[in-house]
């Protein structure tokens, strides 16, 4: 079992900033992707930023320039630094990670979907 906690989000002025953290705890042997998705109330969930197992970092349209995502592969922690807030921001954010947990898993690249449980991010305009 591998499980996800987030921290970090809160009620932030538009302007503001965060950082958001997630851990991941339990039977890993690697992690191959790390990323942070949101949904807003009514909406579809998006991506908000993600780094690949190589370090290729990709990051969501509406939040470009305005985040930047983090890992700490000795922690399993991955981490969202967003700033600028905007009311649009407002939403749960989820961190997500593809995890191996043997190695002939990490081998065979049959890795482990995990999600957080979500952490609120309100914006108050």
């Known amino acids: 079992q591998v499980q996800l906690v987030e921290s970090g989000g809160g009620l932030v002025q538009s302007g503001g900033s965060l950082r958001l953290s997630c851990a991941a705890s339990g039977s890993i042997f690697n992690i191959n992707a790390m990323g942070w998705y949101r949904q807003a109330p009514g909406k579809e969930r998006e991506l908000v930023a993600s780094?690949?197992?190589?370090?290729?970092?990709n990051v969501g349209d509406s939040v470009k320039g305005r985040v930047t995502i983090s890992r700490d592969l000795i922690k399993n922690t991955v981490y969202l630094q967003m700033n600028s807030l905007k009311f649009d921001d407002t939403g749960v954010y989820y961190c997500n990670f593809e995890v191996a947990t043997n190695r002939y898993a990490s081998m065979t690249a049959r890795y482990l979907e995990v999600w957080g449980q979500g952490t609120l991010v309100t914006v108050s305009s």
């Open positions: 780094i690949s197992g190589g370090g290729s970092i």
